[in-house]
Structure formats: C-alpha cells, structure tokens
C-alpha cells in the first residue's frame, strides 16, 4: 500500500518535473529536486491524516456497533425491535467504513 496520497494537481505537477529532470539530466536539477521532494512531503503528511482519522472513524464505528449490540439485549420486549434496527444501522455504518479504506 503507498504511503502517500497525490491530489490530482500533484500528480501532474509531478510528472511535469519528473520530465523537466530527464531533459536536464546533465545540468543543474536541485530546483526540481526540491520541488519533487516539496510534493512529496505534503502527500507523505496528507497520507498519515488520513490514516489517523480513517482509523478514529473504524474505532466509532465498532463503539457504536458494541453498544447498539448491549442495547438490544438489555432492551425489554417492547424496545427490542427499535433496538435491532439501530444495531443494524450501526452495523452497515461499520461495513461502509470498512470499505471507504479498500
């Protein structure tokens, strides 16, 4: 799995170097360099937020999935059914999390 994540603009800038680097491949490149190594950065720290945030996303979603689940069966027979379809909410919320990330 890659452990940076390009916006469109950035993949393209990207290439754009990559090609102006090749051209000047004899001469002086340090200014491509660096901006490369610019673009890489901000995709490397754009890559790590979202691998925080997707993972605090999973946690809710499992939480939330665990209580519905301890609600339904301390619900009384009158409340279970409302129960069920909360737990069951929570539970396609979790499968849509889950997917998000593959």
């Not at 691998?51 to 996303?57: K, M, P, R, T, V």
Request: aromatic letters at 4%; charged letters at 40%.
């Amino acid at each position: 799995m890659p452990d940076r994540t390009f916006t469109g603009p950035e993949k393209a800038r990207r290439a754009r170097l990559l090609v102006q680097g090749a051209r000047g491949a004899y001469g002086d490149i340090s200014k491509v360099e660096r901006q490369l190594d610019r673009i890489e950065e901000r995709a490397a720290d754009r890559y790590e937020r979202e691998q925080a945030a997707y993972q605090a996303e999973l946690q809710k979603a499992k939480n939330e999935v665990a209580s519905a689940t301890v609600a339904e069966r301390i619900a009384g027979p009158k409340e279970r059914s409302a129960a069920r379809q909360r737990r069951k909410a929570a539970e396609k919320h979790l499968r849509t999390v889950e997917r998000a990330r593959r």
